[in-house]
């Protein structure tokens, strides 16, 4: 069964760019995370999905992100403009949304803004 | 004060040592506790859950929780090179899919043979 699969795994940008991070979970997932992840720090979660819905997004800074899962499968994570703060790791995560409901983490996408 | 503290080391030990990792919380409604293990450039995977107060051990690992002292911990026996990684606790109110994971900082851990 493959995993979480996250595309790009690094990203190099100067500030005022747009950038976006793209997330397919692992087949049958209905449940997606977006968390990001500061060096030394634990993973903050963003945005979380049910099917197509986003149904926990108080902790996204909308003025400045965006993210989408048009037909609740893959997802895409947009920042637009990005500004030096947003340097970190963007972690995408699924769950069946059923029981123990244990997140499977991608291996991240690493944002350097210069 | 942050609702889950973690000590965010580094920790270093030979191979072989046992190796205890420790959290606290604030929050007496935290009945869902994890550990999960992040090697670097990769995304956490989940290595322990415990329900409530008491013990589970899976191999190598035990992970106790006293709910008395809001206090969990992981015990790692025998480590390995294999096991240096950083670990982070995690914990919830409600399992499910609208619990909210609280997670502490990570403890880099290095086994070195």
């Known amino acids: 069964e493959a995993g979480v699969v996250q595309s790009p795994r690094y990203k190099i940008i100067e500030k005022k760019q747009p950038v976006a991070f793209w997330c397919n979970p692992i087949?049958?997932?209905?449940?997606l995370y977006w968390y990001l992840q500061n060096l030394g720090q634990g993973p903050e979660l963003l945005i979380r999905?049910?099917?197509?819905?986003?149904?926990?997004d108080s902790q996204l800074p909308k003025d400045r992100f965006s993210a989408e899962r048009l037909k609740g499968v893959d997802s895409t994570l947009k920042i637009q403009p990005a500004e030096l703060g947003d340097s970190a790791v963007y972690l995408c995560?699924?769950?069946?949304?059923?029981?123990?409901?244990?997140?499977?983490f991608g291996p991240g996408t690493r944002l350097t803004v210069l | 004060q942050k609702e889950v503290e973690q000590d965010p080391g580094p920790l270093s030990v030979p191979e072989g040592a046992i190796v205890s990792l420790n959290c606290t919380y604030s929050?007496?409604?935290?009945?869902?506790f994890m550990w999960y293990r992040q090697y670097s450039r990769k995304g956490p995977e989940l290595l322990m859950y415990?329900?409530s107060s008491g013990n589970k051990e899976d191999g190598r690992f035990t992970a106790q929780v006293d709910k008395s002292s809001k206090y969990i911990s992981l015990f790692i026996r025998d480590s390995q090179p294999s096991d240096s990684a950083t670990y982070l606790c995690?914990?919830?109110?409600?399992?499910?899919?609208?619990?909210?994971?609280?997670w502490g900082l990570g403890t880099s851990l290095a086994v070195n043979p």
């Open positions: 929050n007496s409604a935290f009945q869902y």
């Open positions: 995560a699924s769950s069946k949304g059923q029981g123990l409901n244990e997140q499977f």
């Open positions: 087949s049958g997932h209905n449940t």
């Open positions: 995690a914990m919830s109110e409600r399992a499910g899919n609208n619990r909210k994971l609280i």
């Open positions: 999905y049910e099917n197509e819905e986003a149904v926990d």
């Open positions: 415990t329900y």
